[in-house]
């Protein structure tokens, strides 16, 4: 079975920044693409950044576009955000997600992963 585990979430001033990690582990897993979402109360769950295991696709949504970054060390099936500027509209639980068959254009769809963290919660507040 294959397990993702978030780190990194937290309180933290507007302006400010925080770096989430999620590693995969479990039975033997390559995955094709990996991304971050996130939910509000309420709301639906929404596209943050996703990305290809090669790299040669990475996406961000506008909200988050130009603030955040998505990193990988693939040797090690670990995926990071760095999430800069902070606003207090990024207040949300963040969710890791990861699927070994996804297609390029199904990257930024919740519903197309079969891997899931538990979720990390951000809250940006002075």
């Known amino acids: 079975q294959v397990q993702l585990v978030e780190s990194g979430g937290g309180l933290v001033q507007p302006g400010g920044s925080l770096t989430l990690s999620c590693a995969a582990s479990g039975r033997t897993f390559r995955y094709a693409g990996m991304g971050w979402f996130r939910q509000a109360p309420g709301k639906e769950r929404e596209f943050v950044a996703v990305?290809?295991?090669?790299?040669?696709?990475?996406r961000y949504s506008d909200s988050v576009k130009g603030r955040f970054t998505l990193s990988r060390d693939n040797a090690k099936n670990t995926m990071y955000l760095q999430l800069n500027s902070l606003k207090p509209e990024d207040t949300d639980v963040y969710y890791c997600?990861?699927?070994?068959?996804?297609?390029?254009?199904?990257?930024?769809?919740?519903?197309?992963?079969?891997?899931w963290g538990k979720g990390n919660e951000v809250t940006v507040s002075s």
């Open positions: 997600a990861a699927d070994h068959r996804i297609i390029t254009s199904e990257l930024p769809t919740p519903g197309a992963y079969d891997y």
């Open positions: 990305s290809r295991r090669s790299g040669a696709v990475t």
